[in-house]
């Protein structure tokens, strides 16, 4: 550990240095600082760095903020010839004391109160933020992208449910494609106070394939959550989706169950007019009592598919990048695009799975309406028949609609829990 004097002052103040190399994944932590600042004192250098622990924090004071980073790096006896600004790109959030009790070999931390030395101005506290709620530390770094075209209702709630119920530590990816000011304004008041969320504002409308990629690219996690803006996650969400990707390296796309997914979709495929079915929540019963009831009832197969809807899908990065991201030529609108890249990571050598005991509520389309989305789904087909005519994609259908956990679980839901809810 690089222990350096603190810009602060004290004697026994002890802040890790700023010349220590970052891994890329960084999560970073801001605070306010005051007249009574924070500090830590007591470190035992030489044991943490015999110990080789594979956690440790950066402190750094700037301005009037104190912005620390935790990383995944392990220790090394020799630091980084030049700070390495680029890493401070990563997750950020306000549970810098839970992090602590994480960290190897800080046992010895405590807390001192420093006197301040510097302009006045360093007593003014920067504006509270509401604080992450996350309570699991235990899996990897997450990104989750949100690509947004206008539809301000649908996605404010999307957003709101992702930091509600979200455990996991991940970095919020919003792409506004375009929008009009007012959604422009509300994204951007949504996330100033939480800034493990970033707002990324296209300059005109590029269509969501594009902006998808935009998203995508910006985020360097080893994990990718596509979700569209017009979703809404449920507790266990994430941990569902990601228990099944971790489960075997060969996993590079997992998706849940929902309302309206295609095949997906429970209790029912299809509507009394044949049309893909859009599920209501039945009865007197809440999106989460749902979602658990869903839970009590699956197999929790994960049942291996060729396709996945593209409404909510956890991607490996790897398998992303070894296909360079989504076909924006082919599909620049979306539709079709996600039966693209389904194909693609399975020709690369990736498996897909579907999340039987997770469910995400989906209002379908908000940005479109259902007329313009019929087009573009029938436009989507043909582009997706016409790129790949190797592929047999009526088998690849008849895949989908066999899943006997599937099959199984929406016939459980239909005579235990509706009956029961009627």
Not at 56 to 77: G, K, N, Y
Not at 101 to 107: K, P, Q
Not at 204 to 210: D, F, P
Request: contains cysteine; hydrophobic residues 45%; aromatic residues 6%.
């Amino acid at each position: 550990i690089l222990l350096s004097d603190s810009p602060l002052g004290g004697p026994n103040a002890a802040v890790l240095g700023r010349d220590v190399l970052l891994a890329p994944d960084a999560r970073r932590v801001r605070l306010s600082v005051d007249a009574a600042a924070w500090s830590v004192a007591g470190v035992d250098g030489r044991r943490a760095m015999d110990e080789q622990p594979a956690v440790f924090l950066v402190i750094e004071f700037q301005d009037r903020a104190l912005d620390a980073v935790l990383t995944r790096a392990v220790l090394s006896q020799d630091a980084a010839p030049e700070p390495q600004r680029d890493a401070f790109a990563g997750f950020e959030d306000f549970n810098l004391m839970s992090q602590i009790g994480r960290t190897a070999g800080l046992e010895g931390w405590a807390r001192e109160t420093v006197p301040v030395e510097g302009p006045s101005t360093l007593t003014e506290a920067a504006p509270a933020a509401p604080p992450a709620t996350w309570s699991n530390w235990s899996y990897p770094a997450v990104d989750i992208v949100v690509p947004v075209y206008n539809a301000e209702i649908h996605t404010l709630g999307c957003l709101r449910a992702l930091v509600e119920v979200t455990d996991i530590p991940y970095r919020l990816i919003v792409v506004d494609d375009g929008s009009a000011p007012s959604t422009r304004r509300a994204l951007d008041d949504f996330a100033v106070e939480r800034p493990w969320i970033e707002v990324i504002h296209n300059a005109t409308n590029l269509g969501y394939t594009r902006a998808a990629n935009v998203g995508l690219k910006a985020g360097r996690a080893p994990w990718v959550v596509l979700l569209n803006s017009d979703t809404v996650v449920t507790p266990g969400w994430l941990e569902g989706l990601l228990d099944i990707g971790l489960s075997d390296s060969a996993i590079g796309m997992v998706g849940p169950l929902s309302n309206a997914a295609t095949w997906q979709s429970v209790p029912a495929v299809r509507d009394a007019h044949g049309q893909w079915a859009i599920n209501r929540i039945p009865g007197d019963l809440t999106l989460e009592a749902w979602s658990d009831a869903i839970r009590r009832s699956s197999q929790r197969a994960h049942p291996s598919v060729p396709l996945l809807n593209g409404f909510c899908t956890l991607m490996r990065r790897a398998a992303l990048q070894a296909v360079n991201f989504l076909d924006e030529e082919t599909f620049p609108v979306g539709y079709g695009e996600e039966v693209d890249l389904c194909i693609r990571v399975g020709k690369a050598g990736y498996r897909m799975h579907v999340a039987d005991d997770v469910f995400v509520f989906h209002h379908k389309s908000s940005s479109f309406g259902k007329e313009r989305r019929a087009v573009l789904s029938k436009q989507g087909g043909a582009a997706v028949r016409k790129k790949h005519r190797d592929v047999n994609l009526a088998g690849l259908e008849e895949q989908l609609a066999t899943l006997v956990p599937l099959l199984q679980l929406r016939q459980d839901l239909k005579t235990k829990v509706l009956e029961a809810a009627q």
